[in-house]
């Protein structure tokens, strides 16, 4: 089955075939950088690295473009309130979104490109706008004409003459129609400009990106990624800019991802119910957000609720709990997996195939990972004698995690390594120290040794009046957060 892809433009499941053979260029849109970035900033960040990762596996050499907006209206309002320049605050933000990039261990892109990098591009790309009268001049600002463009709206569905002045465009005098988008805005006192042959000023916001695309891949790419809230005006500007600039199609696959709900609210700041990635990262291991975002297909709304966030918790248990069950049975010397197991996990991995082939289908990736986990747990479990069907099961169980995690940037961690901080960060959200649960641990074993089994089992309820699960192995005691 070969890759098909969901594409916003034609609105139905396309096969997917790159504009070079063997080669695909991918631009992301990335945040604008004017505050630490919200949980949401990243939903798009995670999934791409997970369609960059598939076309890979695939076969396909991949260059994968993520861009900084660090010239914004928001930049500039931050940066008068914090007494710094508009650069300065850019860039301060830009090292802080890389800090929350790297603690969510995902693989750096190929290219990311900042706006005020791409100056001259812009400026050309606006020039030829101007002399294939797509645009025009006003008083220092430079304007897209929308109506010189046949198919403006062809990504989003709406129709120009659909589009009411005052309602969703700004009225602006210098325009010749509602419609109409600023290319380059002049310079206003007090603000960051760059000189520019119609005066000095700073580009729109949606020529940006249409500018650094070319002057990174040239005139077309295969595949265009952003969030639903994006596609109108952005991309469908991007569109109406790139095409009226080269009159090539200008983006083969454009796709996107659906919204983040808070509780079954959508997130805004006007509801309070924004949350850094800082502040997550501070409280869950990386691993939860990245299971939070990818068991959920990428068109559908992802729910940021407690309750989402504890189902995450408990999936990533269970499946770091048998990596650590198998990686007690593994040493470097095992190289040999059971022949029984990995046919196992070759049907599985054909589940995967099928399912990421099918427009990066991840809830079917889970659900494939859930049965392996399963059926392994069902054959291996702590306390068995070592012998090499165990081991063999445990090494082809190990190496389909891995591979499949691999894809996602999840489960590459040491498995025991893992759980400690899992559960350490839950008992110091349930204010309780470790110290307190092994000491009542120790006392149990203590009472289960002297067959005081009274004992033992008024222990084990304290334990799990506590929150806490304990099992019993010939090798001793394990207990765990309950999940």
């Keep these: 089955m070969s890759l098909k892809i969901y594409s916003t433009l034609s609105r139905q499941t396309e096969e997917f075939k790159p504009l070079t053979p063997g080669e695909v ?28 990762n598939w076309l890979e596996e695939l076969g396909y050499k991949v260059q994968y473009a993520l861009n900084f907006t660090d010239v914004d209206d928001k930049i500039i309002a931050r940066a008068n309130e914090m007494g710094k320049s508009a650069g300065d605050v850019s860039e301060l933000y830009i090292a802080e979104y890389k800090k929350d990039f790297a603690t969510l261990g995902l693989r750096p892109h190929d290219f990311n490109p900042k706006v005020t990098e791409h100056m001259d591009g812009i400026r050309a790309v606006i020039s030829k706008l101007i002399e294939n009268k797509k645009a025009y001049q006003a008083d220092g600002d430079v304007n897209y004409s929308v109506s010189s463009f046949d198919g403006y709206g062809k990504l989003s569905g709406r129709k120009v003459e659909d589009q009411q002045a005052g309602s969703r465009i700004d009225v602006d005098e210098k325009k010749h129609n509602a419609e109409d988008f600023a290319l380059w805005k002049s310079a206003k006192a007090g603000e960051i400009s760059w000189p520019s042959p119609w005066g000095p000023g700073r580009p729109g916001w949606h020529i940006e990106c249409s500018a650094m695309i070319k002057d990174i891949f040239g005139d077309q790419i295969d595949i265009h990624g952003g969030g639903m809230d994006l596609i109108f005006p952005h991309h469908e500007n991007e569109i109406a800019q790139s095409e009226g600039c080269t009159h090539k199609q200008f983006v083969k696959y454009w796709m996107h991802w659906n919204m983040i709900n808070f509780g079954s609210q959508k997130m805004s700041k006007s509801l309070g119910n924004i949350v850094s990635m800082r502040e997550f990262l501070e409280v869950n291991p990386p691993e939860v957000y990245k299971w939070m975002m990818l068991n959920v297909h990428y068109r559908s709304v992802s729910d940021f609720s407690d309750d989402s966030i504890g189902r995450a918790v408990t999936g990533l248990a269970r499946i770091y709990s048998a990596l650590a069950v198998a ?21 599985a991995w054909d589940k995967v195939t099928t399912a990421l082939n099918d427009d990066f289908g991840t809830p079917e990736v889970f659900a494939a990972l859930f049965e392996v986990t399963r059926q392994f747990n069902n054959q291996v479990r702590r306390g068995l004698k070592v012998n090499p069907a165990v081991q063999g099961k445990a090494l082809a169980y190990r190496n389909f995690v891995h591979r499949v995690g691999a894809l996602m940037s999840l489960f590459q961690q040491p498995a025991q390594a893992f759980l400690q901080d899992l559960d350490s960060r839950l008992l110091a959200q349930m204010k309780i120290e470790r110290s307190a649960v092994e000491a009542v641990v120790a006392e149990r074993a203590a009472a289960r040794a002297a067959k005081d089994f009274a004992k033992s089992d008024e222990l084990r309820a304290k334990l799990t009046e506590m929150g806490i699960s304990v099992s019993d192995t010939p090798e001793g005691s394990f207990w765990e957060v309950t999940k």
Excluded: M, Q, W
């Design 327 to 347: 990686e007690s049975y593994l040493t470097p010397e095992v190289t040999a997996v059971d022949a029984g197991f990995e046919k196992i996990t070759k049907e």
């Design 25 to 52: 260029k991918i631009y992301v849109c990335g945040p604008t950088v004017y505050n630490f970035l919200h949980v949401g900033n990243f939903r798009g960040v995670v999934f791409f690295n997970l369609v960059r």
